[in-house]
T-cell receptor, first 112, second 113 residues
Framework: AQSVTQLGSHVSVSEGALVLLRCNYS??????LFWYVQYPNQGLQLLLK??????LVKGINGFEAEFKKSETSFHLTKPSAHMSDAAEYFC??????????FGTGTRLLVSP | SQTIHQWPATLVQPVGSPLSLECTVE??????LYWYRQAAGRGLQLLFY??????ISSEVPQNLSASRPQDRQFILSSKKLLLSDSGFYLC????????????FGPGTRLTVT
């Protein structure tokens, strides 16, 4: 069965610092992987997706993620955090049957 | 372009009252539709999904139900709400892009008192 583990329910960084949000997946089929962002009281917005093309995927707002099959990881990074990046981030993997399984989320806190 | 709507945006209902949340999608046909619940401090729980009119799959047994009366309309209902039904309800759709991503509506905040 497919699953996603997000390490760290909260991550705190200073403005301008590197952002690293961790995601490890388990999948019995070639995975499609996704990162979504959720701002308070809003729906989820797709940040980026891995669909077996390039292993380094660039998304919106300066975020990128690298698919590492050997480590079963798909960590999200951004070189320099901005106050507006404060939100909750969800990693997800396809299960087949056109369904996604989501991680429990990581709340990113950005301090000035 | 595709858009997804949910209403109401917020709802406060007493225990034991009925519930009806609506989700509609524009700009696409025959999408897969999904209902998720997000409880405070927890991730997303898939409640129902539908691959076509009248076709509903339930992921979690509970006192909620879903219906799809039209191609682009998805309704979440309950006959009698419980306190545990409080949460943020999200509707999403998938269109056959080959890569499985789902697009989410703005959500409905339900508080059961």
């Amino acid at each position: 069965a497919q699953s996603v583990t997000q390490l760290g329910s909260h991550v705190s960084v200073s403005e301008g610092a590197l952002v690293l949000l961790r995601c490890n997946y388990s999948s019995s089929v070639p995975p499609y992987l996704f990162w979504y962002v959720q701002y308070p009281n809003q729906g989820l917005q797709l940040l980026l997706k891995y669909t077996s093309a390039a292993t380094l995927v660039k998304g919106i707002n300066g975020f990128e993620a690298e698919f590492k099959k050997s480590e079963t990881s798909f960590h999200l990074t951004k070189p320099s955090a901005h106050m507006s990046d404060a939100a909750e981030y969800f990693c997800a993997v396809n299960t087949g049957f056109q369904k996604l399984v989501f991680g429990t989320g990581t709340r990113l806190l950005v301090s000035p | 372009s595709q858009t997804i709507h949910q209403w109401p945006a917020t709802l406060v209902q007493p225990v034991g009252s009925p519930l009806s949340l609506e989700c509609t999608v524009e700009g696409t046909s025959n999408p897969n539709l999904y209902w998720y619940r997000q409880a405070a401090g927890r991730g997303l729980q898939l409640l129902f999904y539908s691959v076509g009119i009248g076709q509903i799959s339930s992921e979690v047994p509970q006192n909620l139900s879903a219906s799809r009366p039209q191609d682009r309309q998805f309704i979440l209902s309950s006959k009698k709400l419980l306190l545990s039904d409080s949460g943020f309800y999200l509707c999403a759709y998938y269109r056959d892009s080959g890569s499985y991503e789902q697009y989410f509506g703005p959500g409905t905040r339900l508080t059961v008192t």
